[in-house]
């Protein structure tokens, strides 16, 4: 990939069109994140507020954003607020249409559904940084992302609470059959059983996966009288009167709702199969909000028909439609006329974190982090690069500016960036690496304009080079 088509800068004389958020002396943030990144001078929570005049190290209209899959009009209105083109689109692509689209563009949001491989990230010259709009980033190709200098970031906890709210529901929708019985009346049939119908209360939940969402759906279950298991690959502290057990037979055994939160990995692909099901005990029932492959389905479909498990609710599937109208059926995933022909099985289209709450707090949360990336180079929150972060360079500081160098972690690399640095007053330098990728910034003064191309080429000429950006 050429580092050259990344490298987005303007020549110092242009400073007088690189002002940023200074050219008004009152800037509207609605992110406590921005404000305290930003070094603002008011309190958190304030909509309005005083911020320092900060330099733009480039011209932002030159950045080009495409948001895929109706990104939340929060974040939108941050991306466009700095002056960034925003192409928006409802939904995800087809391979080939991503592909070409992807080409052009610095930056790309997308949520669950698109899926940024290797064959499509290569085709991405100009990609800087990827923003996923959701907790997953499955979807992504992390490593490869990294060692070609393309930054991701995801929102790791806005809509956990939306998802567990989501599977509480669920649990009594399924111990109570409700589903059924609303699709009956729809239907013109008036049925009122009570034969296998449940109260909540006494019964044991098994949380597969005890993070974000399992932990705040262990407290919801707790209060609504039930008693909490969890299974996890970690050894986590249990909240409220919650159990980990050792094992997933230990916690199938136990447990009357199974319900799976855990990301796709190699190990949680079809993680609940057919020997799970024979673990679990004869009348329970399954939640998958997690994500499509963890379950295999031809083994819950065998299992609901045996009569072992009495429910389930699917939120996820392997093959997930691209957009809103679309069919969801054989075509896409073979099982599906099967699914829908089980009786108490409630199946929703993806909307464990579709709240309104869930896609604002998303939306400020990522396009905050895509602009301290793009604007100042900061990974804070990054999933695929080391974390890095330093205060915003200002108008104050004339004559600075700020060296972003993403190098393969071999020995030896900070000794030459330094003597390619050694002219200038190093004012800051920090370095950190996560596995093969490494991530330096220095901030250096008495710079002149002739400097900026002569370091950045002497840095890209470097073997360990994977990215060079000077902002300023
Ligand atoms: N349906 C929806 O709309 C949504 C689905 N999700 C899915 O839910 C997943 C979980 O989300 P969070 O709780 O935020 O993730 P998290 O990362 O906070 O927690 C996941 C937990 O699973 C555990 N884990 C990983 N591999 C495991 C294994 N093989 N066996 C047992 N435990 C294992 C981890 O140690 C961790 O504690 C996400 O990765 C995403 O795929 C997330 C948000 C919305
Ligand atoms: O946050 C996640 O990982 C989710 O699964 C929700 O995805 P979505 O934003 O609805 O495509």
Request: charged share 20%; aromatic share 6%; net charge negative.
């Amino acid at each position: 990939m050429a580092a050259e088509a990344r490298d987005i800068i303007q020549p110092l004389e242009k400073r007088a069109v690189s002002y940023s958020l200074g050219e008004s002396p009152t800037a509207t943030f609605h992110s406590p994140v921005s404000n305290s990144f930003m070094g603002s001078a008011g309190g958190a929570g304030q909509a309005h507020r005083v911020v320092p005049k900060l330099l733009k190290p480039f011209n932002t209209e030159d950045i080009k954003i495409l948001l895929l899959e109706n990104v939340n009009q929060t974040g939108q209105d941050i991306l466009k607020r700095q002056g960034y083109q925003v192409e928006f689109l409802k939904t995800s692509l087809p391979e080939d249409q991503l592909i070409e689209k992807i080409r052009d563009v610095h930056v790309i949001g997308i949520r669950s559904k698109t899926k940024l491989t290797d064959k499509v990230l290569r085709e991405a010259k100009n990609l800087l940084v990827v923003g996923c709009f959701c907790i997953g980033t499955n979807q992504v190709d992390l490593d490869y992302a990294a060692k070609h200098g393309i930054a991701v970031f995801n929102s790791p906890f806005a809509n956990s609470r939306s998802v567990a709210e989501l599977v509480i529901a669920e649990i009594i929708v399924l111990a109570r059959q409700l589903g059924d019985r609303s699709n009956e009346m729809h239907r013109g049939t008036w049925n009122k059983v009570s034969n296998k119908c449940w109260e909540i209360r006494g019964k044991t939940l098994g949380i597969v996966g005890y993070g974000h969402i399992g932990s705040q759906l262990s407290v919801l279950a707790n209060a609504m009288g039930m008693s909490v298991i969890y299974y996890d690959v970690l050894s986590l502290m249990a909240i409220g009167t919650a159990q980990q057990v050792p094992t997933l037979d230990a916690l199938l055994q136990e447990a009357d709702f199974v319900t799976l939160h855990v990301p796709e990995t190699p190990e949680t692909k079809n993680m609940i199969s057919t020997k799970q099901f024979e673990q679990m005990k004869t009348g329970s029932y399954l939640i998958n909000a997690s994500r499509g492959t963890v379950v295999d389905i031809p083994a819950l479909i065998k299992a609901m028909r045996a009569g072992k498990v009495a429910g389930a609710a699917l939120d996820v599937y392997p093959n997930e439609p691209a957009a809103n109208g679309d069919y969801f059926t054989s075509e896409l995933n073979h099982w599906g006329d099967d699914l829908r022909s089980l009786n108490n099985l409630i199946l929703s289209p993806h909307i464990g974190g579709s709240t309104e709450e869930a896609q604002r707090a998303i939306g400020v949360e990522v396009s905050d982090a895509l602009v301290r990336y793009i604007n100042q180079g900061i990974t804070l929150g990054s999933v695929n690069l080391p974390e890095i972060t330093m205060r915003s360079l200002t108008l104050d500081e004339p004559n600075h500016a700020r060296v972003i160098y993403i190098h393969r972690n071999v020995p030896g690399v900070l000794r030459k960036v330094n003597e390619i640095l050694a002219d200038h007053n190093v004012d800051k330098q920090i370095s950190d690496s996560k596995g093969d990728v490494a991530y330096l910034m220095a901030d250096i003064s008495d710079v002149k304009v002739e400097d900026i191309k002569d370091i950045r080429d002497r840095l890209d000429s470097l073997n360990s080079r994977i990215l060079t950006r000077v902002l300023y």
